[in-house]
């Protein structure tokens, strides 16, 4: 298999998790090459940029209202896209057993919307910030968040096992990381913690909505859906023709759509034998052999 081919079907096989990952690393890698060159040739490094990030002057926001999505792609160093992409990559894992590739993305980019909106309101609003100079929001962290505590919230009592650490919660973990959050607004890059908070505020409120059985970023997926047709190539209509069955035939579209049906049937039955297995035992207590299937009819859905 050649390098392209090779390359084409890692693209075709690889989860929504994976692809964000790689659009944040590539941008990323983009943006220090540019940093690098403009260096060199003592250019203005961060013209290119501030055209990207999310500002807090709502007035600057009008100007360039992509910013509130191009923003979470943006990384203010290794460590910072290591410790959201370490992180996503963790929580996408499990939220794939249990969710659409599709509501992933609605979480991710519905928790980047309402983390800068956080953002935004909390340098207006807040004594604490008022005389404060030119401020901007980059980082995937309130998406990040809205993945993790909504996944968190779905199956707060499963156990994940961590290095050095063992097996906790996983509300443990979710925890944890809103406490350090709250605990660290007052010690410095306050609008990004805050950031973070809106998307796990986002997370929680999305699946205990799911519970009930509203879907609320049901038109962020629409929206997502018809943006998308745009670009699709549209499919040649094949001419219409008439065909005449005979009985012999019309019984065996119907013997196979009836066999297609219990296939679905079982497949089901067996996603529901092992989602209740994860729930009483943790992930980790899976056989490759049930992880391969899960993840296979994931993806499928």
């Known amino acids: 298999m050649r390098s392209s081919d090779r390359l084409r079907y890692k693209i075709q096989t690889a989860t929504v998790t994976e692809k964000l990952i790689a659009i944040n690393v590539l941008v990323f890698v983009v943006f220090f090459l540019l940093r690098t060159i403009a260096y060199l040739f003592q250019l203005p490094s961060e013209f290119l940029l501030e055209w990207f990030v999310f500002p807090k002057e709502p007035m600057e926001f009008l100007l360039k209202p992509w910013s509130i999505i191009t923003y979470s792609f943006l990384h203010s160093g290794i460590w910072h896209i290591l410790s959201n992409m370490l992180i996503l990559y963790f929580s996408g894992i499990y939220f794939l057993n249990y969710f659409s590739p599709k509501r992933l993305l609605n979480y991710y980019f519905l ?36 993945v993790l505590i909504g996944i968190a919230s779905h199956v707060p009592n499963m156990r994940v096992r961590l290095m050095l650490i063992g097996s906790v919660k996983f509300w443990w973990i979710a925890a944890f990381l809103v406490v350090l959050d709250v605990i660290q607004i007052p010690m410095g890059n306050a609008g990004g913690h805050l950031a973070h908070l809106g998307g796990a505020g986002l997370g929680y409120l999305y699946t205990n909505q799911l519970k009930k059985g509203n879907d609320i970023g049901k038109w962020f997926e629409n929206l997502m859906d018809s943006i998308a047709s745009i670009f699709k190539p549209r499919e040649r209509k094949a001419r219409m023709k008439t065909v005449h069955r005979t009985g012999k035939t019309a019984k065996t579209t119907r013997r196979t759509s009836t066999s297609k049906n219990v296939n679905k049937d079982e497949k089901q039955k067996r996603v529901d034998a092992i989602l209740d297995k994860i729930s009483k035992s943790g992930y980790e207590s899976l056989s490759k052999a049930e992880k391969d299937f899960l993840f296979q009819a994931g993806k499928e859905d």
């Open 111 to 146: 928790g980047v919307i309402i983390g800068a909106l956080v953002y935004m309101l909390s340098y207006n609003l807040f004594p604490a910030f008022q005389g404060t100079g030119k401020s901007y929001l980059m980082g995937a962290s309130a998406g990040v968040m809205a």
